[in-house]
């Protein structure tokens, strides 16, 4: 039996128009199979995950409590894999204000078609205006290395206690025998962060608005 695959399918989804709304999300899951968005257990989704040593604290943003006593299991991991590893988490429940045309967190999207989500980010407070968004690596000077590995090794190892049911059991993922694990090569991630960080994503757009104005 230890032998046997997860129970889950894990579906990684990296979206853009972060300032729109989160335009990349909501397109993806009006263009997805109905069949597939009704058996997404959970979504979690990850902004500004690198500054939060210097934010205080790495915040879970839900817009409800959770009914389903699986997500409310996996919340529960979170928090206590978080402590294992000295990161200071918080939880954050904020209902949806259909009235406001601005979407404060990506996983709202999601919970507007019924899907559970959250969202796990360094940020307190969600956006307040169209352009305020944050993104998974912000500007260099604001991003920690080791903290973003941290929430790596935090998220593969609450996953995977959820995924093989290790509930309240110790199991890290980062320390098993393979001698290649992500979290692990600290100078791949300097590296990807460098090229990430080099210029804004939104500033990126207006430069090449700019370049197309002048042809």
Known sequence: EQKLPGGYNIVLLLSAA????????TEWLAGTDIRLLDHIEFALCIDS???WEETGSL?????????EERVGMFFDELESTAKSLNIPFETSHKK??????VVAWEHEQFSKRKIPAATLS???????????????????PTI????VVKVIKLIGDSL?????????????????GTSITFW?????????????????????????CKLMSHM
Request: some cysteine; overall charge positive; glycine content about 8%.
């Open 184 to 208: 692990n090569q600290s100078l791949k991630l300097v590296g990807l962060k460098l090229v990430i960080c080099l210029v804004p994503r939104f500033l990126e757009r207006v430069a090449a």
């Open 18 to 25: 972060g300032h729109l709304n989160f335009a990349g999300a």
């Open 96 to 101: 949806i204000n259909v009235s406001n045309p």
């Open 59 to 67: 915040n879970l943003h839900i817009s409800r409590p959770p009914k």
């Open 122 to 140: 360094a940020k307190k407070l969600g956006r307040t205006h169209l352009f305020d968004a944050g993104r998974i690596g912000d500007r260099k």
């Open 160 to 176: 995977a206690k959820h995924i093989y049911n290790f509930h309240g059991k110790p199991m890290e993922v980062s320390q098993t």
């Open 144 to 147: 920690s290395t080791d903290a």
């Open 49 to 51: 995950i690198g500054s």
